[in-house]
C-alpha cells in the first residue's frame, strides 16, 4: 500500500497539473493516461476527475496555460518598449521560452489535437491572444505581426526536434535569434 502525502487541495491540484502536462506534452490528448498521472500523484483517478471532470478538461487547461506562458512572457519583456525593438525583446523572450520542453510540446499537441471543436476553439482563442499581444505591444502592420509569428512557428517546430543536437547548416540556420532588424524589411508595402 502506498503512502501518499497530505496536501491542500490547492497544492494537489498544482501537483497533479504539473503530472499531467507532461502526459500530455509526451502522449497528447488521446494516448495520455489519467491512470498513469493518478499513479503518479499517489491518488485515484476519481480524485483526477473530482477536480478536473473529463480528460479534456484538463487536456485544454493545460494547453490553454501553455499559450498563455508564452504570450504573458512577451507581453511583460516588451513592456515600456514600441515598434522593432518591441519585437526584438518578444523574440528574445519566445527563443528562451523554447528552453520549457513540456510547455512547448503541450502548444504543439494542442494544434495536433485541433480535429477537435473544443480544441480547436481553445487554441484559435489562445492564437488571437498572442497575436493581439504582440500587435497590440508593437503597433506593427499585420505583415510583421504575422512574419514575426511564422518564425515563431517554426522555432518552435525545430526546437520539437531538438536541433540543438544537429550540427548541419540547416539546423544552424534554424536556430538564428530574432534581432531588432530581422524584420525591418517586412511592410505591407513590400508584400503587396
Known sequence: MTMTTRMSGPERRTQVLGIAAREFADHGLHGAS?????????????????????KK???????GAA?????????QAASGAQGLS????????YYDSLADRTTLLLQLQGFAAGGDSEVRDVVRTRLARMWDTVADA??????TVKSFLAFGMLLNNVAALDVD?????????????IHQGLFEHITTQTNS
Do not use: C, H
Request: glycine content about 8%.
Open 138 to 143: 508593437t503597433g506593427l502592420d499585420p505583415v
Open 34 to 54: 489519467i491512470e498513469a498521472v493518478a499513479r503518479e500523484a499517489g491518488i485515484t483517478q476519481a480524485y483526477v476527475f473530482r477536480m478536473f471532470k473529463t
Open 86 to 93: 518591441a519585437l526584438a525583446l518578444m523574440g528574445a523572450q
Open 67 to 75: 499559450f498563455d506562458r508564452f504570450s504573458d512572457g512577451m507581453a
Open 165 to 177: 543536437e544537429v550540427t548541419e547548416p540547416w539546423a544552424e540556420g534554424v536556430r538564428t535569434r
Open 57 to 63: 478538461a484538463l487536456f485544454l487547461e493545460l494547453v
